[in-house]
């Protein structure tokens, strides 16, 4: 009988020490008291005790009992997973619907929150900085570096930032830096270049890789539909070819810089600066502004065309023409005569 009875006694320990693993497991698959979506940051040394504290610090974690009740729920699954040594730093979403264990697993597995920052095709490095000055979430390391510090911190001592970054949309996390999400802007650019400088079109007016950027930027600011970039490029390599100066006004608004507010008078188009394509022969000494794919690959496959001049309409596309007496004309309807909805680039599409 004694024996028995320990047998039963074992068994009820057992099912009893089974009930409770059940019962707290129970707690760890509640959803947790999370209203709208939060963030925590799992820094570097965190512990699971030191994870639980800040979860229940956020009060996501419910009430003292229940915190408590998750708490040793989560701490029993260390002991089957040894998750405590598997905790992995950054930040992470907390959202409504979480259960602890989700939370655990997120941690565990590295599911760090990813943002997103869009680079734009046409963003000069002014407007590049300030976007990624306001990043949320990105580690800012770049306040104190001017351009030339910038670009040795990339190994490139020398050059000239402009239109070295592509245009996309970079994802990056709390872990990231400014300088991480430009290094990989940067050579995603080198590899665009380098694919369009070795499919380039034969006879074409450009000494090296490096200009095709520069005139890349050149048909990126220019360009207001997309399918006109290959008539655009059309135009500018073809005045190249003939020696002809661009005479392109994005190139004399790069040139003013800060002091352009709008408008361009005739005293800009005379103004002698590195960049003013209306005084300098050939193309400017460095891109003015970030061209995209599309812009890089026009300018290595430029358009066939006898068009010499082109000038917009006022919708966004532009009237090409052979001869300065047609693009006088056109500058005399479209320019002298401007609508009173007068873009240069296309409106913004407006959804339903």
Not at 11 to 24: D, E, H, Q
């Amino acid at each position: 009988m004694r024996a028995k009875q320990v047998g039963v006694v074992v068994l009820l320990v057992a099912f009893t020490a089974i009930g409770a693993v059940f019962w707290l497991a129970g707690h760890v698959h509640r959803p947790l008291e999370i209203g709208q979506e939060r963030l925590i940051v799992v820094e570097p040394g965190s512990s699971l005790n030191g994870l639980l504290r800040q979860l229940d610090q956020e009060g996501v974690l419910g009430e003292p009992q229940e915190a408590r009740r998750r708490r040793l729920g989560a701490r029993l699954y260390d002991l089957f997973t040894d998750v405590s040594q598997r905790i992995r730093v950054g930040e992470y979403s907390l959202k409504p619907g979480d259960t602890l264990l989700q939370v655990l697993l997120r941690v565990e597995q590295g599911e760090v929150l990813q943002r997103a920052l869009t680079l734009i095709e046409g963003w000069n490095m002014r407007e590049l900085r300030a976007a990624l000055a306001a990043a949320p979430g990105l580690r800012q390391t770049l306040q104190d570096l001017d351009d030339k510090a910038l670009m040795a911190a990339l190994g490139r001592p020398g050059e000239s930032p402009e239109g070295w970054f592509a245009p996309d949309t970079w994802y990056y996390t709390s872990q990231d830096t400014d300088l991480d999400l430009l290094r990989r802007a940067y050579a995603r650019q080198q590899v665009l270049l380098d694919d369009a400088w070795q499919s380039r079109a034969e006879n074409l007016p450009y000494e090296s890789a490096y200009e095709v950027l520069i005139m890349a930027s050149i048909i990126e600011k220019e360009t207001g539909v997309p399918h006109e970039r290959g008539e655009i490029a059309g135009v500018f390599v073809e005045r190249l070819r003939r020696g002809m100066r661009l005479q392109t006004d994005p190139t004399v608004i790069y040139g003013m810089g800060e002091r352009y507010e709008g408008r361009i008078r005739s005293a800009d188009l005379r103004e002698p600066t590195p960049w003013n394509t209306y005084v300098i022969n050939g193309l400017p000494p460095t891109p003015i502004a970030m061209p995209g794919e599309e812009a890089i690959r026009a300018a290595v496959a430029p358009a066939e065309t006898q068009a010499l001049f082109f000038v917009a309409r006022g919708d966004g596309s532009h009237v090409f023409s052979r001869t300065l007496e047609e693009h006088n004309r056109a500058v005399q309807e479209y320019q002298m005569r401007r609508r009173a909805d007068y873009r240069s680039s296309p409106a913004p599409v407006t959804t339903p």
